[in-house]
């Protein structure tokens, strides 16, 4: 289903005339901001209108670190009487950094949102349960808008208070939910100790704000029965609603008509062709308040090179391997989490949450990975453990190359995870 099907199906040429048309018109309210205007004469870059896309290549990044230089409001274009709301983003990386958006904003974003939903079949029958943290947080009130937008029920439950939420979920016969992947592990292992699946009407979980593999999707798809949709954005660029998977869930849609999307060589900076993976560079492109340009997003993806069988025409983005700074180096070797958590989840006898701890053992790196198993394991024989212990560091070793340290613990002793999971602990600094 469609939301907005002439946008979502438009052709490339036209697809170029109206993303060339929106930079410029960013370009040229950002030369009238004088502060805005700053940080480009700073890059010693002189702004004029792009007679191509092609010419993008040349705009300057903006990053994190610009943003929060510019705070509180120096990336603003409109007059702050024009702005009706203010996020920022949850500062998993440090100081977190402010975006602003005038009415004209909220309700394009809600828009955005609303064509993600109907692309995976929700409807104005669905109850959908919002389990993402609301406040500064994009997740909260961005998906509520635009569920509302659709005319689904919505039920503004916040994360966390698990009780509740499964009690939301039955009472109120909730078909979608939006949710973190770690939360959704943690919630839906209750779900199932406990037998609850047969009384509850879930089909859809909508899930991101943090990497997660295929074999968690797969995971969870199996123990809930539904479908795990995935979702991403980042505050920078409104928050979800930026690239969203259709029901090929194959790569996520980026609403080129909204963002201008590349993908970049993450030392030399320069655009990769499609296919090929680096880093994700995003342009704001229709933002009346806060235009941003080229801004890197340090997550790592590819864009398919192939058009969808769905029938929309905005170029797909794979799912987040990770963020460039999450990747840890041991012993010379360069790892990401998502390694890790695609070999643990992979195996039935894994349970839902795990942490990567780094120290230091003299000079030499460690890596040891602490793993929540199946309740059965525990009670069942010794040898059972040894060999799923066994299993875990051979395979780990294979996809990682270093030898991990495994320690397997009961299910529920790890600190379970509501919003954003912290998988990895480095005590590299601590430790000797
Ligand atoms: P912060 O940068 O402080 O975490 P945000 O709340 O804006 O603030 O988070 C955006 C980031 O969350 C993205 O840049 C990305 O790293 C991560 N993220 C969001 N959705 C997904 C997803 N579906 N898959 C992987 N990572 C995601
Ligand atoms: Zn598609």
Not at 81 to 107: F, L
Not at 288 to 300: F, G, K, Q, S, V
Request: hydrophobic letters at 35%; proline letters at 5%.
């Amino acid at each position: 289903m469609f939301w907005d099907k002439p946008l979502e199906t438009i052709d490339c040429r036209s697809l170029q005339i109206l993303q060339l048309d929106r930079i410029n018109t960013a370009l040229e309210r950002i030369a009238a901001t004088p502060g805005y205007k700053s940080f480009y004469d700073s890059k010693k870059y002189k702004i004029k209108p792009l007679s191509s896309l092609e010419q993008m290549k040349d705009l300057p990044f903006t990053t994190k670190q610009d943003l929060r230089n510019s705070y509180p409001s120096g990336f603003l274009v409109t007059d702050m009487e024009k702005v009706v709301r203010m996020h920022s983003s949850s500062g998993t990386t440090g100081i977190p950094t402010v975006i602003y958006h005038t009415k004209n904003d909220i309700d394009n974003w809600s828009s955005l949102i609303a064509r993600c939903l109907c692309m995976i079949g929700m409807s104005d029958k669905d109850v959908f349960q919002n389990m993402m943290t609301y406040g500064m947080f994009t997740g909260g009130l961005g998906l509520h808008y635009g569920a509302e937008k659709l005319g689904a029920m919505v039920i503004p439950a916040g994360a966390g208070n698990t009780e509740r939420q499964l009690k939301f979920i039955k009472d109120f016969k909730t078909t979608v939910v939006h949710i973190t992947p770690s939360y959704a592990l943690h919630v839906s292992e209750i779900i199932e100790q406990r037998n609850l699946l047969d009384g509850l009407s879930l089909r859809i979980a909508l899930m991101g704000a943090e990497p997660y593999t295929e074999a968690t999707r797969l995971k969870l798809e199996e123990r809930l029965r539904i479908d795990v949709i995935n979702s991403y954005g980042l505050s920078e660029m409104n928050g979800p609603g930026v690239a969203f998977e259709c029901l090929e869930k194959e790569g996520m849609h980026v609403w080129e008509d909204n963002y201008y999307v590349e993908i970049v060589d993450t030392k030399t900076g320069m655009p990769l062709p499609d296919g090929e993976e680096g880093e994700l560079v995003l342009s704001a492109i229709n933002r009346e308040a806060m235009p941003i340009l080229r801004y890197r997003t340090h997550d790592l993806a590819f864009i398919y090179p192939e058009r969808c069988a769905c029938g929309r025409t905005h170029r797909k983005i794979s799912r987040i391997k990770g963020r460039t700074d999450d990747m840890f180096i041991i012993g010379g070797v360069n790892i990401f989490p998502s390694q890790i958590e695609e070999v643990l989840m992979k195996l039935p006898q894994v349970g839902s949450n795990y942490v990567i701890i780094l120290s230091k053992k003299g000079s030499l790196d460690k890596l040891s990975v602490r793993i929540e198993v199946n309740p059965d394991l525990f009670a069942g024989d010794l040898r059972h453990l040894t060999q799923l212990k066994e299993t875990i560091t051979r395979k780990l070793r294979e996809e990682i190359l270093i030898n991990p340290t495994i320690e397997l613990v009961e299910p529920g002793s790890l600190p379970p995870s509501q919003g954003k999971a912290v998988r990895v602990i480095d005590n590299r600094d601590k430790t000797v």
